[in-house]
């Protein structure tokens, strides 16, 4: 039976954790605020969770969610190939507006959907938000409403869209709070190097290029590699023009590596109704 919580009274929300965190365990999806939008969350080590997930939301594997995690130690937990200038982006910005997309650990046995091998992760700047995955451990979320609807902003109006499919609602007012912008979070691709913008938003280039200044924008391409010295000897050049052209014809051939969608698990962000790719707010 689909229960609400109003957490903004400290003992309900206390009763709402703890019976989010049940739901959670029971494979049940809820509703909770972050700071963007309210997200439907499900656990995500459970594939038949997670397609609740998508079900709720009319969504069908090819925008698999994004998954928020408690603590920036867990990135490591659940992505490989994290590189120092990824980390220090999620020590700079998180918890907050930027999500980072990874290729996601083979060992772990979980389903989000058509991902291609990444997931897209984020630590969300809200406490009850935090307060919930550190009794659960990380989610699946999307934002919370039917595909093609707008982003709910209250737990209210999430209900009104995915009634009885969601076991849970934590009310906690309107999200974003008053004074925030609502703007979605900034999604980055870590899965290679320079790290490339895949979405501007609550983190401006500027702000990640203060951190890292590799960083590439929309568009943007790595800088051209410095020409090399043509001037040589006869001899040189002699020498240059016996080598077997076959090793040119190798570099030529290394794989230029991609993402799911936009980015990531293709996940789709909580502030993102209809994501780039479901982006992971």
């Known amino acids: 039976m689909t229960t609400s919580f109003d957490c903004t009274d400290p003992e309900t929300r206390s009763a709402g954790l703890a019976r989010a965190q049940q739901a959670i365990a029971n494979r049940q999806c809820i509703v909770l605020p972050t700071d963007t939008v309210y997200g439907i969350g499900a656990d995500a080590f459970s594939p038949q969770a997670v397609a609740t997930l998508l079900a709720a939301k009319g969504r069908g594997r090819s925008m698999p969610p ?4 408690p603590r920036l130690q867990t990135m490591d937990g659940l992505a490989i190939d994290i590189t120092p200038e990824a980390r220090a982006l999620a020590e700079a910005f998180w918890p907050g507006g930027l999500t980072l997309i990874f290729h996601a650990q083979p060992s772990l046995t979980w389903d989000l959907g058509d991902t ?9 700047d809200d406490e009850i938000a935090l307060d919930l995955l550190a009794l659960t451990g990380p989610m699946a979320v999307s934002s919370a409403n039917r595909t093609g609807n707008p982003a709910a ?9 995915l009634a009885e499919s969601v076991e849970v609602y934590l009310e906690a007012g309107p ?3 008053e ?20 979405r501007v938003g609550a983190v401006s280039l500027d702000e990640l290029r203060a951190v890292v200044p590799s960083v590439l924008g929309i568009g943007e391409e790595p800088a ?15 020498e240059k023009a016996s080598e077997d052209t076959s090793v040119a014809g190798a570099d030529s051939a290394a794989p230029v590596s991609g993402v799911a969608g936009a980015g990531g698990t293709g996940s789709e962000d909580l502030d993102a109704p209809d994501p780039v790719h479901d982006q992971a707010r």
């Not at 990444?118 to 630590?123: C, D, E, G, S």
């Not at 902003?153 to 869209?161: L, Y």
């Not at 925030?180 to 999604?187: A, E, F, L, N, R």
């Open 116 to 124: 291609k091998g990444t997931v897209a992760l984020r630590m969300p």
């Open 179 to 198: 004074g925030s912008d609502g703007v979605p979070s900034t999604i980055v691709d870590a899965t290679q190097v320079p790290l490339r913008v895949v």
């Open 224 to 238: 051209a590699p410095a020409a090399a010295d043509t001037a040589g000897t006869a001899g040189d050049a002699e």
């Open 66 to 69: 994004p998954v928020l995690v």
């Open 153 to 161: 902003q209250t737990a209210a109006e999430a209900q009104a869209q």
């Open 175 to 177: 999200r974003p709070q």
